[in-house]
């Protein structure tokens, strides 16, 4: 409690103090307590004559000297128009006067400033628009600066002169130059002072013509590149009593196309093919004329026209260039009339034709006649010593292109460059290999001899084999059953190509297998673990992959049934149990390779027997070479059995001789009496052997024959 009434008696005190006294009186030391100008007189200057620096001064708590401020200050000028201020320097725009104020911490200085010109005015010799004419020369104008009393210098070479449009007239410390027709306004400025006059320009012409010094068609100039060149002359026609002047030397000559025609005081050139305007002009008149250009041939023709490659080592080449006007005219030769040009000299030089090369490197030999030209790219590489390719045998299919073989070449300082695109191929045979565009492409099937010339080096041969894609690879045994530890022969393949032509190819083929159950050994599989695996098969574009099963050896197959009666257009499976050393069953049915030994009667797929027509047949099969085999017969099929009569009345001791025929699904009748089984439901009545019935005594009975499950009825009545 007592604490707190210290610190309030302790806060009134302070409180007293600060209104006491100012808060400058307490500054702390490095504080800014007044600014000052340096200067503090008014500031009297003339517009563009004068400028003054001021300064602000600081008074810093603890110093004696005082800080300079100016820079730091923000200055204001009220009427920045009049005269501007910038960090304490001030600049006179024009007459009037001015408060300058400069601010700091909070501090604010101000000062008068006023500012006048130096002369009372400045005035030109010239006043109002003048009128000059082009040609005029020796103008000028004076700029006057006029003093209080009246009293006038000519200050015509200090003055700042400008011209309001260059291209009618241009002025220098009162000199002027005309340029061309039109208007212009001259200004001078002299101290802050400004006078000026209006200028107009006209041409003393009132046209200008250009005339060919011979005579010409109206309208356009024609020419052709290399005629001689044509001289126009510029007459200009005066305005004022029509006179004509000759001004070709004097006049300004351009041509819309210098790289087409060319112009030099009115004397014209034709370059190359193209349009150009010609235009001249001469005080303030123009004329101007279309100059159209052609070549006197139609064509320029180099031979040879492709780009040439040549080594250090080669001798120079000679081109002829040659030009024509139709397929009807004779090609005039004008080898050594054109002009040859090299882009890269130190490469290749040329002179009338004769390319001769010189350092490693390109060019580009340009041949120009009469305004057509043509262009030959010409490499020129080091001297070759040798060439050499990885492939010196190469097979293609018939249509397929492959890209030419790498080549690298060897260089008299032993380095290896890669050359590929710069070997020259040849086939020995067109029709089934060409060389097209970096590709041998195939034509037709055979085989061909391709060589690749570079320089001087031993040429490089390439023999190549031209076959029809494969369409299939045919196997004769699609899978393989193999005993442990025992080998068996790889099937035979035919391979069908695209044109239907077969070719054995077993020993072509390349086979691999997949997995450790089995091995490839001279031609044969060998078993090796029990397990599967597939057998690979690949020739040319074409491969085919076999089923291989490794497996213990089989002692004992099992078939059933191993004889089998079939009606026509019908199928049976065939079942077939193999037995292993150790007594277990496997199901074999699918994996037998049934043959049957008459396809005409019986077919047989996998495990399905199908009849085809009647008659009989053998299948046989193996596994494991454990053979095997089934009896196949087919017959017809029994629709029906009829006979003569199925009810018959008979005398005791008469007898009856019936005829029994049997129907097949293929409409094939037979009597089949003596094959049929004959029954009587009571001997004692009636009696049947082979047909033959016998009336016994009075009753009756009931006759069956039956024939291949199939039963007839006869009725007999014995009275």
């Given at each position: 409690m007592i604490g707190n009434r210290k610190m309030t008696k302790w806060f009134l005190v302070m409180l007293l103090v600060a209104v006491v006294f100012p808060a400058n009186v307490f500054a702390a030391s490095g504080d800014v307590t007044s600014i000052e100008f340096e200067n503090p007189a008014a500031v009297h200057l003339y517009v563009a004559e004068t400028t003054q620096q001021l300064k602000v001064l600081a008074k810093i708590e603890g110093l004696t000297d005082k800080k300079d401020v100016t820079s730091d200050s923000t200055w204001v000028s009220s009427d920045p128009s009049v005269i501007k201020v910038e960090k304490g320097l001030l600049t006179p725009l024009k007459s009037g006067k001015v408060t300058i104020t400069a601010k700091y911490k909070g501090f604010n200085l101000t000062l008068s400033a006023d500012s006048a010109y130096l002369f009372k005015e400045l005035k030109l010799d010239q006043s109002g628009t003048v009128q000059y004419k082009l040609g005029d020369e020796n103008l000028s104008v004076k700029a006057l600066a006029v003093d209080n009393d009246g009293s006038s210098n000519d200050v015509s070479a200090n003055a700042d002169w400008t011209s309001s449009s260059t291209s009618v007239i241009t002025v220098a410390g009162g000199k002027l130059t005309l340029v061309g027709k039109g208007s212009s306004t001259i200004t001078a400025k002299y101290k802050g002072l400004t006078a000026s006059y209006k200028v107009n320009v006209v041409s003393p012409y009132s046209e200008l013509k250009l005339v060919p010094e011979q005579s010409l068609p109206d309208g356009d100039i024609e020419m052709l590149v290399g005629d001689k060149e044509l001289q126009l002359n510029a007459v200009a026609q005066l305005s004022e009593g029509g006179t004509k002047q000759t001004?070709?030397?004097?006049?300004?000559?351009?041509?819309?196309?210098?790289?087409?025609?060319?112009?030099?005081?009115?004397?014209?050139?034709?370059?190359a093919t193209g349009k150009a305007t010609i235009t001249a002009s001469y005080r303030g008149v123009t004329a101007e004329v279309t100059v159209l250009v052609r070549?006197?041939?139609?064509?320029?023709?180099?031979?040879?026209?492709?780009?040439?490659?040549?080594?250090?080592?080669?001798?120079?080449?000679?081109?002829?260039?040659?030009?024509?006007?139709?397929?009807?005219?004779?090609?005039?030769?004008?080898?050594?009339?054109?002009?040859?040009?090299?882009?890269?000299?130190?490469?290749?030089?040329?002179?009338?034709?004769?390319?001769?090369?010189?350092?490693?490197?390109?060019?580009?030999?340009?041949?120009?006649?009469?305004?057509?030209?043509?262009?030959?790219?010409?490499?020129?590489?080091?001297?070759?010593?040798?060439?050499?390719?990885?492939?010196?045998?190469?097979?293609?299919?018939?249509?397929?292109?492959?890209?030419?073989?790498?080549?690298?070449?060897?260089?008299?300082?032993?380095?290896?460059?890669?050359?590929?695109?710069?070997?020259?191929?040849?086939?020995?045979?067109?029709?089934?290999?060409?060389?097209?565009?970096?590709?041998?492409?195939?034509?037709?099937?055979?085989?061909?001899?391709?060589?690749?010339?570079?320089?001087?080096?031993?040429?490089?041969?390439?023999?190549?084999?031209?076959?029809?894609?494969?369409?299939?690879?045919?196997?004769?045994?699609?899978?393989?059953?193999?005993?442990?530890?025992?080998?068996?022969?790889?099937?035979?393949?035919?391979?069908?190509?695209?044109?239907?032509?077969?070719?054995?190819?077993?020993?072509?083929?390349?086979?691999?297998?997949?997995?450790?159950?089995?091995?490839?050994?001279?031609?044969?599989?060998?078993?090796?673990?029990?397990?599967?695996?597939?057998?690979?098969?690949?020739?040319?574009?074409?491969?085919?992959?076999?089923?291989?099963?490794?497996?213990?050896?089989?002692?004992?197959?099992?078939?059933?049934?191993?004889?089998?009666?079939?009606?026509?257009?019908?199928?049976?499976?065939?079942?077939?149990?193999?037995?292993?050393?150790?007594?277990?069953?496997?199901?074999?049915?699918?994996?037998?390779?049934?043959?049957?030994?008459?396809?005409?009667?019986?077919?047989?797929?996998?495990?399905?027997?199908?009849?085809?027509?009647?008659?009989?047949?053998?299948?046989?099969?193996?596994?494991?070479?454990?053979?095997?085999?089934?009896?196949?017969?087919?017959?017809?099929?029994?629709?029906?059995?009829?006979?003569?009569?199925?009810?018959?009345?008979?005398?005791?001791?008469?007898?009856?001789t019936v005829d029994l025929v049997a129907e097949y699904d293929t409409g094939k009748t037979t009597s089949v009496t003596g094959s049929a089984v004959w029954t009587s439901s009571k001997p004692s009545v009636a009696k049947v052997s082979a047909g033959k019935i016998e009336a016994v005594a009075k009753g009756t009975a009931t006759i069956k024959a039956k024939f291949d499950n199939k039963i007839v009825t006869i009725s007999i009545s014995v009275k």
């Open positions: 001004v070709s030397d004097q006049a300004d000559w351009k041509s819309s196309a210098p790289s087409v025609v060319s112009v030099d005081k009115g004397k014209i050139k034709a370059l070549t006197e041939f139609e064509a320029l023709i180099v031979n040879p026209s492709n780009d040439q490659t040549l080594f250090l080592s080669d001798s120079p080449v000679q081109v002829e260039a040659s030009v024509r006007n139709s397929v009807d005219t004779e090609r005039e030769i004008v080898t050594d009339k054109a002009e040859w040009v090299s882009s890269n000299a130190l490469a290749v030089t040329v002179k009338n034709g004769l390319i001769t090369p010189r350092q490693v490197g390109t060019s580009t030999v340009k041949v120009t006649y009469k305004g057509l030209s043509r262009e030959i790219k010409v490499t020129v590489f080091p001297t070759v010593t040798k060439i050499s390719t990885e492939k010196t045998s190469l097979d293609m299919f018939k249509g397929e292109s492959i890209s030419v073989p790498k080549v690298t070449a060897t260089t008299l300082d032993e380095k290896k460059q890669d050359f590929t695109s710069n070997v020259e191929w040849t086939s020995s045979d067109s029709n089934t290999v060409v060389v097209e565009n970096g590709k041998f492409v195939s034509k037709g099937t055979g085989k061909v001899t391709l060589t690749g010339k570079l320089g001087k080096a031993a040429p490089l041969v390439v023999e190549v084999v031209v076959q029809e894609k494969v369409l299939v690879l045919l196997p004769e045994k699609e899978n393989f059953s193999v005993v442990i530890g025992k080998e068996l022969p790889l099937t035979k393949v035919t391979a069908v190509r695209v044109n239907g032509d077969e070719e054995d190819v077993t020993d072509k083929i390349e086979w691999s297998l997949t997995g450790a159950n089995a091995v490839i050994k001279g031609g044969k599989i060998k078993g090796l673990v029990k397990g599967n695996a597939t057998l690979k098969g690949t020739y040319l574009n074409q491969s085919l992959k076999l089923p291989v099963a490794v497996e213990p050896q089989i002692t004992k197959i099992v078939v059933e049934p191993q004889s089998l009666e079939l009606n026509l257009k019908r199928s049976k499976s065939i079942k077939v149990t193999g037995f292993y050393t150790n007594g277990t069953k496997i199901n074999l049915s699918s994996k037998m390779d049934w043959v049957s030994s008459n396809p005409e009667v019986a077919t047989v797929s996998g495990s399905t027997v199908k009849s085809v027509a009647e008659g009989t047949a053998t299948l046989n099969g193996s596994y494991q070479g454990v053979a095997a085999k089934v009896d196949i017969r087919v017959v017809p099929k029994l629709m029906k059995l009829t006979v003569d009569e199925k009810r018959y009345v008979l005398a005791p001791g008469a007898v009856k």
